[in-house]
């Protein structure tokens, strides 16, 4: 392998006879002078003399062509292989020409690899591009990755990328893209395994139902494990929800306005009826009795009052009623009701009959907690569960830096599918104004961020500046790949690929290793309740159907159109649905059809269907 033509301080081409040049491989410029550079080679083509040499321009020059007849090449005849490579630091001056290229050991690659030890780090997947350097590798990086290639555990061939989670105090937070498919859900799978590894408290907003950690992905003993004891998963409204009693009027404003916004004049009407420490009976009641009085009205109120004809409790509930008309004069009949019935259906979710207590514990029991719900009903009880135990931490933090001590409130990290819909760009959402902030002040107080998305230009810009590492799956859409491009040091030929990479494959760019490196992440150890193949799925409920049938059938047989509705009677007694006359025929019909009965002409005029024989 040697430098062809022209160089510079960033890039080269190198060609070779014999050596198959590989995406990302990492190679080994003899140039002493420059105390022999790493580079990775970012393109890659071959030619032989079966193909004309209408080399294209945007990858070969006509340098690179002479210098490679200069130093021997047969360009009609030998098959040459040519790699773009472009130089891990950039060099103070241009590469020597025809400098040979070698596989570096990995001992000169370790620093640049690795950053981290597997028992403190996260052990994420296998970086592409490293099986020749890994032959020298440390045995405590060995086999601690194995991927899962066209069906198949494999075994780790490469270096391991191992993420330094400590590292997030100076380079906080972490962002997964990637569009359906890609690879993003199974990313973050793999992600929060480590996190349960580590003992690194977390909570996880879960929308679909499938961040559960029971179920191995493979049956392979060696490499399953069981993380029993070190997550658990709640449901909002049937064991968690919300202390109405510690809502703040903001809070309440937020919860409200999470079936649809809030008009002005609802917001009004909330900041006015709300009171401190006020229970849900007590809120509920003084709304539903100010919509009462507004249906009623003043006047006839006052009327009724005025008669002598009201006595008793009736007198006293109007004289109510007239005061919260004077108290709420200002507030319209439609935007209490409005308030009403969203109440209500807060109330019917059973947010308001459970607390935050057993998430709390989790966390402070280094557990990994998953929330679940309707992204609707997420997206205001993360702005309240975020913001309660975010204060938690820095009121801790907060009382240690003044030297007074406080009750003891474990960092944690906060991570979520579906990003955008949390904090969107352009408008406001509930757990809009708290992620903005732990984006930005939480690394000073131990809390941080993992945020994945397949639209990475929905999420708010505030945010993504503030992810140091992101993990780019394959992306289709123009427009979230330009933001990529903008918001990581992606280079143009890498960003080309992003259409085309296999579910697994990613970029992680990372202000941590200072550099874009591709990753194929590594097999989880854990599977979604989701990945059955639903045709699969299709398929055996449709079989376990048509053998119930089957038997409810056969042993109602023989049926004719004499006695068909009292044989059809005893079929229902055994589905699990009801038949009518008509689909019970073609049921038989199909039966005959596929050989499982037979039918024959009834001496008395029909269709019989019997056993068969």
């Known amino acids: 392998m040697q430098v062809v033509g022209l160089t510079t301080q960033q890039e080269v081409f190198i060609a070779s006879k014999e050596h198959k040049f590989r995406i990302n491989e990492i190679l080994k410029i003899m140039d002493s002078d420059l105390e022999n550079p790493l580079g990775e080679v970012v393109e890659t083509q071959s030619y032989n003399r079966y193909i004309p040499m209408n080399i294209d321009k945007s990858f070969l020059d006509k340098g690179v062509i002479e210098s490679l007849e200069s130093i021997g090449y047969n360009i009609s005849e030998d098959e040459i292989n040519i790699a773009k490579l472009r130089l891990l630091e950039e060099a103070p001056y241009p590469i020597r020409t025809g400098s040979d290229v070698l596989s570096p050991k990995f001992d000169e690659v370790k620093d640049r690899l690795v950053k981290a030890n597997p028992d403190n780090g996260l052990v994420l997947g296998v970086i592409k591009g490293t099986e020749e350097v890994a032959q020298g590798m440390d045995d405590h990086l060995k086999d601690i990755a194995p991927l899962y290639q066209k069906g198949k555990l494999e075994k780790q061939k490469g270096v391991p990328f191992i993420f330094g989670y400590k590292d997030m105090h100076q380079y906080p937070h972490l962002g997964i893209i990637g569009g359906s498919g890609s690879g993003k859900s199974f990313g973050m799978r793999v992600i929060l395994e480590e996190m349960m590894k580590e003992g690194v408290p977390t909570i996880v907003f879960d929308p679909h139902f499938e961040m559960d950690f029971s179920n191995s992905f493979n049956d392979k003993e060696d490499y399953c494990e069981s993380f029993k004891g070190k997550f658990e998963a709640f449901q909002i409204g049937r064991e968690v929800g919300v202390n109405f009693e510690s809502l703040s009027t ?364």
């Not at 004069?329 to 109440?343: C, D, E, F, H, T």
């Not at 975010?390 to 474990?410: H, S």
């Not at 993504?464 to 859409?477: E, I």
């Not at 330009?482 to 085309?500: G, V």
């Open 250 to 613: 903001t809070d309440l404003r937020d919860l409200l306005s999470s079936s649809s916004s809030l008009s002005d004049s609802m917001v009004n009407a909330v900041q006015s009826l709300h009171r401190k420490r006020d229970s849900l009976e007590s809120f509920k009641g003084r709304l539903i009795d100010l919509q009462k009085a507004q249906e009623i009205g003043r006047k006839r109120i006052e009327r009724d009052l005025n008669s002598g004809a009201l006595k008793g409790y009736n007198k006293d509930e109007y004289n109510k009623y007239l005061e919260l008309l004077d108290a709420y004069s200002g507030i319209p009949a439609s935007s209490v009701s409005g308030l009403v019935w969203r109440l209500a259906r807060l109330e019917r979710e059973g947010l308001f009959s459970h607390d935050i207590e057993k998430i709390e514990a989790g966390i402070r029991g280094r557990k990994l907690v998953v929330v679940q719900g309707p992204i609707w009903l997420l997206q205001v009880f993360a702005s309240y569960l975020i913001g309660n135990l975010y204060r938690k931490r820095r009121d801790y933090r907060d009382a240690q830096n003044r030297q007074e001590g406080g009750e003891f409130f474990p960092p944690f990290v906060i991570a979520t599918d579906e990003a955008h819909n949390f904090a969107p760009k352009g408008y406001d959402a509930p757990a809009n104004r708290v992620i903005k902030e732990i984006s930005q002040e939480g690394r000073k107080y131990g809390v941080f961020l993992i945020l994945a998305t397949q639209r990475p230009t929905l999420l708010d810009e505030t945010v993504t500046a503030q992810l140091n590492t992101k993990l780019v799956f394959r992306t289709v859409r123009a427009s979230d790949i330009e933001t990529i491009k903008q918001e990581t040091d992606l280079t143009a030929n890498e960003a080309k690929r992003l259409p085309y990479l296999r579910s697994g494959d990613t970029f992680i760019s990372s202000a941590i290793f200072g550099r874009t490196l591709a990753v194929r992440v590594r097999i989880a150890k854990t599977g979604s309740p989701h990945k059955e193949n639903p045709f699969d799925e299709l398929e055996k409920e449709s079989k376990l159907e048509d053998e119930e049938l089957y038997k409810a059938i056969i042993n109602s047989l023989p049926i004719n159109e004499t006695n068909i509705l009292a044989k059809l009677d005893e079929v229902n007694k055994s589905l699990r649905s009801t038949l009518d006359r008509g689909e019970l025929l073609n049921r038989l019909e199909d039966l005959c059809d596929r050989s499982m009965i037979k039918k024959e002409d009834s001496f008395l005029g029909g269709s019989s269907y019997k056993e068969l024989d």
